[in-house]
């Protein structure tokens, strides 16, 4: 097996720190379900997460951001992520300045 293969071993948690990170994960997803109503409700709008990307928003996937926007399916999710030339896939926090700005500019138009 060569030295590219090899994976690291992954550090054993503590009860503690298990609790700990779950009480993370579970503020954060209830943050990230909180902004998602915001969304619906027109509360806050997506342009102004994607420009100042709230930290509970980092991991959040954009297509699923802009599914939470009211007028948004599928299709027309796809096809704005398209023109900005972002994968469906692509994280909040992983958008390149230029994705960033692209899809700041479409979404306030």
């Known amino acids: ?7 690291a071993p992954v550090p054993s948690l ?10 993370l994960a ?3 997803r209830s943050a ?10 027109g ?3 997506l342009a102004s997460l994607v420009a100042e990307c709230p930290s509970c928003l980092e991991s959040a996937k954009v ?3 802009l599914r939470a926007v009211p007028g948004y399916g599928p299709a027309k999710a796809n096809k704005l992520l398209s023109a900005c030339r ?3 896939i692509k994280t909040l926090a992983g958008l390149t ?6 899809l700041t500019q479409a979404l306030e138009r």
């Open 43 to 45: 509360v806050v709008q």
């Open 14 to 23: 503590d009860d503690r720190q298990k609790r700990e990170a779950l009480a």
């Open 63 to 65: 297509y699923d951001l």
């Open 86 to 88: 972002i994968s469906p």
């Open 97 to 102: 300045a230029r994705q960033r700005r692209e």
């Open 32 to 41: 990230r379900g909180h902004v998602k109503q915001e969304l619906k409700q």
């Open 26 to 28: 579970n503020q954060i």
């Open 1 to 7: 097996m060569s030295a590219a293969n090899a994976k």
